[in-house]
């Protein structure tokens, strides 16, 4: 039986179906704003994935969430 996919991550596919990107073009705007935006916090950035393209707020916490993680770790 496959693993189910915890954490942020699991939000990924209904982000994608809802909104019609692919994770990877969330994040390349979430770090190309992070570029811009040094300052910005996780916060920050996901009350502007909500002002800016419409997310709820548990897809862009989750985003948000799971990038900065990548980022960290790379």
């Known amino acids: 039986m496959p693993e189910s996919t915890k954490g942020p991550t699991s939000y990924f596919p209904s982000i994608e179906a809802k909104y019609g990107h692919p994770i990877a073009h969330w994040q390349h705007l979430l770090r190309e704003h992070r570029t811009q935006h040094p300052a910005a916090r996780h916060m920050d950035l996901v009350t502007w994935l909500k ?24």
Do not use: K, Y
Not at 55 to 69: C, E, I, Q, R, S
């Open 51 to 74: 002002s800016e393209h419409g997310l709820g707020h548990g897809h862009a916490n989750a985003l948000v969430a799971a990038t900065l993680a990548e980022d960290e770790h790379a």
